[in-house]
């Protein structure tokens, strides 16, 4: 496991700089864009990485209210925050495409754009949640918090096949049609950020999982220190009402 | 239409929020191992 680590990370930066090498040099340029249309291999994997790991904070938030299982818990959270940077990357990178290509930054109203904003606005609320509260029913909070939050997931992504909207309509189904290189080159790219995004993953679950040993380890130190002060307190009840 | 100005801008931004976020989690990995070497020591 110590060695899996490693070994996946040079091969996901090799992959990564493959898909970047085919991007920006293999890939042929579009007819009306120019070269900006490139930013498609960053885009559009970005925002399928971060439906993924949304959809899959549902999943372990279900799971999570069913059985109370903390690793589903801890999953849950790290796909959230993971999720959230990518999404992050698609709201930063879809205005820098659409400025040279629709003339403006941002279309106010469009619901692709809109439902994109806000599920961004969710999920950082559900992290706020989880960072700032501490009930002991935050968890649950935030599990129910992301069932509801992941209804936005599909309203997004089927947004552009049901509605008019200035977004483009989808690059693969929904009649969408997209150069086989094209296409080649982003399948590659999303494969690399999908490995990409499971380190991150992998890496962000190790720590929550550390946190919640020096956490523990805290509070058993707190409570020995407790004892030492007030040794009566650690008398059983039963004795100790005698 | 020349854009190359904005698709190196969104690939340098695309690294830079990962980059960010990267070091964020270097950030707190060290500081959780600081602080499980200060409860060895205890």
Known sequence: MKRLFPILSVLTALLLGYALYLALVVAPTDALQGDVYRIIYYHVPSAWTGMLLFLINFVASVIYLIRRSQKADILALVCAEVGVVFCTVVLVTGPLWARPVWGIWWAPGDIRLTSTLVLWLIYVSYLVLRRFSNSAQTQMLAAALAVFGALDVPLVYFSIWFFRTQHPQPVIGGGGSMDPRMLHVLLISWMAFLCFGFLVCWSRFRLELLRREVEEAHALESLAGAEEISPKASVPLSRSTK | ?42
């Open chain 2, 1 to 42: 239409m020349n854009g190359i100005k904005f698709l190196f801008a969104a690939y340098i931004a695309t690294w830079l929020i990962h980059g960010f976020y990267l070091a964020t989690l270097v950030r707190r990995f060290s500081r959780l191992r600081e602080q499980l070497r200060e409860l060895g020591k205890k």
